[in-house]
């Protein structure tokens, strides 16, 4: 038995029926990417362009490889959550679907593989 | 009503003869550089499986990145992701219910502008 009532079950879900979710999740990858991007972008401007071993040491160390992973995962989200509000905006119909399902996916097989790749430098393999 | 033949006069929004406002071009900048750095991440995350697979794969990845054409993106990447970083923080700002008002939204845009083109710098410095 619910002890909800049907009317306080759906209020402030709205049409969407998530609420302000999509909106909230967003707002905290970004605040979130505020603090990893500096901290991932600048190491990644020393390191791109450096030789094979030079590379593998530098993402190799712990510090950096935290935080290029956490980066990768809240980055590739972040994308996600931004291309579905423009998709929904710019696109209707079955091609929106297609697009965010499309996008959704690419994001994280790319995320997928940016740690995968990370992991494998970090743990020496 | 919607209808009624209104002629050949142009029809609002005027986008073609209106001049865009700073924070116009500055909203569309950001959807453009946040759709256009989807290119940007999948680049480095190729860069890193290339740097995990092994040597000569890795040639491959950082020849291209850092050839002009790549340097080209990396450079336009770099440009984006500071734009898109301190506008982001603009927008988290406005989140709070603040700073808004054509004098204050066009203070903080230039001021966002102006931040970006150091961190640019300093990122060119650094790399």
């Known amino acids: 038995m619910r002890y909800q009532t049907d009317r306080s079950r759906v209020t402030g879900l709205g049409a969407a029926k998530t609420g302000t979710s ?9 605040i979130a990417l505020v603090i990893l991007t500096p901290l991932f972008v600048l190491p990644l401007a020393y390191n791109l362009g450096d030789s094979y071993e030079n590379v593998r040491a530098a993402y190799g160390h712990p510090i950096n490889a935290i935080i290029a992973i956490a980066f990768i995962i809240t980055v590739f989200l972040h994308l996600f959550q931004g291309l579905q509000v423009v998709i ?24 997928l593989t940016g740690i995968f790749a990370i992991l494998k430098i970090a743990l020496g393999a | 009503m919607a209808d009624v033949n209104r002629g050949n006069r142009p029809l609002s929004p005027h986008t073609t003869i209106y001049r865009w406002p700073l924070n116009a071009i500055m909203s569309i900048l950001h959807r453009i550089t946040g759709v256009g750095m989807s290119v940007s991440a999948m680049l480095i995350v190729w860069w890193f499986l290339a740097a995990s697979t092994s040597q000569s794969y890795f040639a ?16 336009l990447s770099m440009l984006a992701i500071w734009y898109h970083f301190t506008n982001g923080i603009r927008h988290l700002i406005w989140d709070t219910g603040s700073n808004f008002g054509k004098r204050r939204v066009y203070r903080s845009g230039i001021t966002g502008l102006a931040i970006a083109v150091i961190l640019s710098a300093i990122t060119v410095y650094i790399a």
């Open chain 1, 88 to 111: 929904e905006d710019y696109v209707h119909g079955r091609l929106e679907l297609i697009l965010i399902i499309t996008a959704r996916l690419s994001c994280s097989l790319f995320a």
């Open chain 1, 22 to 30: 999509h909106f909230w999740e967003q707002r905290v990858s970004a």
């Open chain 2, 60 to 75: 491959t990845a950082n020849g291209f990145l850092t050839s002009w054409f790549g340097d080209i993106i990396l450079f």
